[in-house]
């Protein structure tokens, strides 16, 4: 059997790790907690949601902040989920709902199953680079009620990562900001300098953020309650409590 | 929280199920096994594979044979596998490779992880349309040694998508010829009239079956200890013990 021919050098003698980067305040937090200790690999998912050339963008800038070669970046395009369809972020028929932080439902931007589609890619691409763990910024406690953001979750995922890979890959979920609030998520996020500057949050609009559903709340309540100001700029600046 | 939009109706009082379906004879099988009681909901997945088209090609076949009516088939194209590499089926630079069905290492035909992907697919449409059970024909005992075919890999996958999907989601992983070997497969499919003649197994080529990949192997040895003619035509065509 030969070896993976893709596996990617080290520059450093940090192992390598596999970065889940939506673009995201969460996972750019992560990836600064993942740079303490790993070489970073970032990836990226177009899925079809509504902001997607806008997250790219922001993906692309925080690779840039990081200084991540090409070859350990990759952009993954995937046409199914718009197709399958069932969220607020991939159906156009079905609406970008305001925040209610309240409610403990599944909002309808849930969409199916998705970390799975993210995580599925990840673990093929680590395994072929050679890397060791995959970084993933979900956050189960003070989040929109996604069922496959939650502990047990990555847990059992990384079974199926044990059992689902060759016999010599070990490979490994981590989720260092799974009990964080939003707010020491932004305390955490200044405190080792992470570009918050250029990350994307809004599920709705690609220019100003809206302020208003769902992400940008929980992210606008965060920075309100750690003091911290917000650099990105909004339609409408509510203050949550 | 509305109700996914897109659930499809069934039209007689069978449950609905995906079948994952490549185009080959171990899903052809499960789907024929799957028809007995399910209504059929059909999944393939172009991922760069070699002999994609001719696949794709099988699976409309098989479509078409089962009736399966245009809005419960679903054809997804994903670029990663290939970009990822490491694989013989997906990158050029790795030849597919003669069999070796003594072999019991990860044979270079092992695309990373990839019943993950197919699987996470398959769990956002069931969830989306209302199916409440997946089949794959996976075969662990007389398969090429796949580490994502094994019964304890499905069975550790029922718990991400139990921990993963909204709370009323019911869904399951089915595998029913997991244990048979390709010989009680071939039995299988004869009895249930199953379309033999327009799957497509073959790793390598698109016209005339090689003959000699893993692939092939398994498929002529299954046919031929089953005392069955192979109603498909092959390059080469050798007696496996």
Chains 1, 2 share one sequence.
Request: with cysteine; proline share 5%; glycine share 6%.
């Amino acid at each position: 059997m030969p070896k993976p021919s893709k596996r990617l050098p080290s520059k450093s003698k940090k192992e390598l790790a596999v970065i889940l980067t939506s673009g995201g305040m969460d996972s750019c937090v992560t990836a600064a907690i993942a740079a303490q200790s790993y070489e970073l690999a970032m990836l990226h998912l177009n899925y079809g949601q509504k902001t997607e050339r806008r997250e790219e963008k922001a993906f692309r800038d925080i690779c840039k902040f990081f200084r991540i070669p090409p070859n350990r970046q990759l952009i993954s395009h995937i046409d199914h989920l718009k197709k399958i369809g069932g969220s607020s972020l991939t159906d156009h028929a079905i609406e970008v709902t305001k925040a209610n932080l309240e409610n403990k439902k599944v909002p309808t931007s849930y969409v199916p199953f998705r970390n799975s589609h993210i995580l599925a890619i990840a673990v093929s691409w680590a395994e072929v680079i050679g890397a060791r763990k995959i970084f993933i910024g979900a956050v189960e406690e003070d989040s929109s009620g996604y069922p496959d953001c939650r502990e047990e979750f990555f847990r059992a995922f990384n079974k199926v990562i044990a059992l689902g890979t060759r016999p010599d890959t070990t490979l490994e979920i981590i989720t260092p900001i799974i009990h964080m609030n939003k707010s020491e998520i932004v305390k955490k996020g200044v405190e080792l300098k992470a570009p918050l500057h250029l990350t994307w949050s809004c599920y709705k609009n690609e220019t100003k953020a809206c302020g208003v559903c769902d992400s940008c709340a929980l992210r606008l309540r965060g920075f309100q309650s750690a003091g911290v100001d917000d650099p990105i700029r909004y339609d409408k600046l509510i203050q949550y409590h």
